[in-house]
Every structure is written in C-alpha cells, then in structure tokens.
C-alpha cells in the first residue's frame, strides 16, 4: 500500500513528465542529465532513486558534463570529497555559459552543513537546485519547482521521520540490488558527521522491506545488499520490534534469491543470534564487514565506539568459531588526535591478530561540529601521514596472507561485469565478496556459477569455469 507522500511525489513525476516533453518540442531534442555520486553505498542507492524519476520524466542519460541537467549526489565524511565537488563544480561554469537550458543540482550530506549552503550561495551562484538528505524523495516536486519558477530553489529540511520509498528507481546493475533497511545513526562517534546530517535512525517495516525484495527477485536480481549505516540495531525502535538476525530469517525465505549481504555491522551491536543465523544460512554471504577504527583501547574510548581492543578480538573469536572461513572485512581510521606511536602498534597488533582479507584505512579528516574537531593533540600533517603508512603497509601483507586461503578451490562466484582492461574476461565475486577474472562469454552476467581459482594476483583471483 503507498502512503500520501508515495501517492503524492508520483503525482509530481507525471506533471514533472509534461514540463519535459514541452522542454523537448521547443529544444527540438531530447533532455540530457548527468547523476554523479560521492561517497558509500548509501548515496549509490539514492542516485538510483534520482536516474530512476529523471528517466521516467524523459531524461536521457549521459556520461558528459554538458547534460541539461547535472546532479552532485555529495558526500561530507572526508574533506577531500568536498574539496573534489568543489572542483567539479567550478569546471562546469562553462559548460552552463555555453548552454543557457542546463540546469545544476547538488544533494546528499554535505547539503545539511549550513556552512557549505553559504559557501555554495556566494561563490557558486550558478547553481539552481540544493536539497538534502531527509527530502531526497521530493526530487520530482523539487524538480517542477525549479522549471516553473525558474528560479534557484533550496529546500533542506533538518530532519524528517518519513520513509518514502516506492518510486521510481534505475538500478545500475540488473541482478543485484542495494536496499535501504533503516536510515540515519545515533551512535555519535566522535569524529563522525554522519549523525549530523543523516539524522537519528529509523527502521523500515519489515514487510516493507520483504516486498520490495520480493519485487526485486521477480524483476531479476539473484543478490541484495541490506544498507543501513549499522544494520545490528535494525528494527529495536520499531512499533513492533524485531532483531536484524530475525529480518534476515525472514528475507532467507525469499524465493529465488540467492544472496544476501548487509553493511555495516557496529561491533558493539553485533549479537550470537546474528552469528547463529549466519552459520546457518544457505544465502547469507561468508563476508562481514566489521569497522575496527583503531585496535588502540584507549582512542577508541575517545572516539565513543563502545567497545575495547579485547572485546574486538573475542567477537571476532566468537566469529570465527562458528564460521571458520568467513571473510572480515575492516575500516581503520587513523591519527585521531592523539595517537601515539604505542596506538598505532596497538592497531597493528590486532591487523594482525585478525588477518582482515581487506580493509579500507582512511586517514582522520577534522569534522567542524564533531567532538573530535575541538579535541587538543590533532596531529601535524607528517604524524598523520607515517601513522597511515605504518597501517597501510600492515593490511596490505595480512590481506594478501590470509586471501592465499582460497588457491585452488571451486567456489560459487557471481558475475558481475566485464574488466576493464580485457573484454575477453568477466568480474565475478565469491560470496566472500574476493574478485575473481574469469574467462567468459558477457552472457554469464548475473549468474551464479562454479570456478576453479587457479591464480592468486595479490588482492583478487584468475580463474576458470568447472
Ligand atoms: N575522517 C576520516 N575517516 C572517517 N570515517 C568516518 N568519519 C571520518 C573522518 N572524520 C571513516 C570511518 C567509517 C568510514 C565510512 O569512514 O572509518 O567507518
Ligand atoms: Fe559514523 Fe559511527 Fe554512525 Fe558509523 S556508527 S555512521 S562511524 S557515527
């Protein structure tokens, strides 16, 4: 059943429909627009939404910067990805001068910092609509607002308890598919800013969830990625509280479906019954991704992650002795202010007590409004940059060590897509989400079939069909 707001954003992607098609008999052509998305998995999912009303109004996807329309779907984690929609923002100027129809949008997190707002009114005034996170489904009335008026419009809310989904939406890949599962965080780590501007968690029914699944499966997609920015407290504030393990349960029962992943798991909210659940599963992928942050007790005490370098390990343990074989995935954040050199070995310890088969390691980036920002000890650039290598270096050797594992065996791959520097070979991916080059016919995309992994490249696979 769709709610007012499903009911009333449709209603705007039909009107939004006419204002194009007048658009495209005056231009004598079609509409052109250009979604761009920063950042994690979350604001993929979100561009889908965005391609999927634009396409549906008459859109025209292109891969150029001089579309019509051109969206920045932006991320605030790091500075660099502001610094680099910055630069993208200001080598379209020209673009726009050239094209008097082409209209620029900007959405995502970093839109909810009022300080990017003001930045954005004074020095890109070329710039016709901004939105953020809690109104991203009002696209469409956003989008007849900014053609009728023709005027800049900027509308962001502060925060929002709607869950509007069931528009339209243009999944990049056929047979797999994103699904949001809950939105927003309220673990206030302390260099995070992603509770400021994705606001507290909220839960989506369950039922909600299994048939858009349902949906999906019918639709063609054989793996589902359940996004949440931490999937282990799923559905506690629900009317109705249900735990993430008993959602999985449920979603195992899908028909057809074949594979199920979720990210991101907090360490502090992972529980036995999610390890039991995924001992047991047939459809749940052996691959958790599990952010660390720092192996050091004592920093992460400071960045608010509720649990120890000790209780990081035996969770691992606990693991680990259930699904011996499972694929843990980490992030690492390093030189928070105050790392010490003893923090860093304390990080290393646990690389290598774990042997992560990878990790993503980031480097601390300062969050204005965050605790961490107007903590004393932030570190000089150099500090910061010999942590980050120390770090680097160590995952890099655990990953390669502990990936070895698989030479030689059969294993279940996905495939995905064609490489990029051979089209004779196909990107496939075993359930423990490791890359494997196989030679294959583009026709094999989307299936799921058995390959002997007979080469080991350092960080992915060649292999062959069995
Ligand atoms: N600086 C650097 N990395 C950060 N992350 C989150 N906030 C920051 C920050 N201020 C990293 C964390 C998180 C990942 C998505 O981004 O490691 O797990
Ligand atoms: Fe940020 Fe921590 Fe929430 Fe992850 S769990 S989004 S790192 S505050």
Redesign the pocket.
Known sequence: MLNNDEILQLQYVEKLKTIIEEKEKALGRKMTCQVTTFG?QMNARDSEKLLGILKKAGFVETESDDADFVIYNTCT???NANQRLYGRLGALKPYKKKNPNMKIGLCGCMMQEPTVIEKIKNSYGFVDLIFGTHNVFCFAELLCRMYESDSRIIDIWEKTDKIVEALPIDRKYSFKSGINIMFGCNNF?T????PYVRGRERSRNPEDIIAEIKGLVDDGVVEIMLLGQNVNSYGKNLEDPISFAELLRRIEKIEGLERIRFM?SHPKDLSDELIDVMASSKKICDHIHL?L?SGSSRILKKMNRCYDKEQYLALVERIRAKIPDISITT???MAFPGETDEDVEETVDVIRKVKFDNA?T??????TG?P?ASMPDQLDEGTMQRHFDVVLKEVQESARERLKRFEGRTVPVLFEEVNDHDPEYIDARMTSNTVVHVKAPSSCIGKIMNVKLTEFHGFYYTGEIV
């Open positions: 994690c984690v790091r500075d780590c260099y995070c800013i992603v991101t952010p942050q992030d690492i954040l993503f980031f480097i601390y980036s300062k969050r965050t961490a």
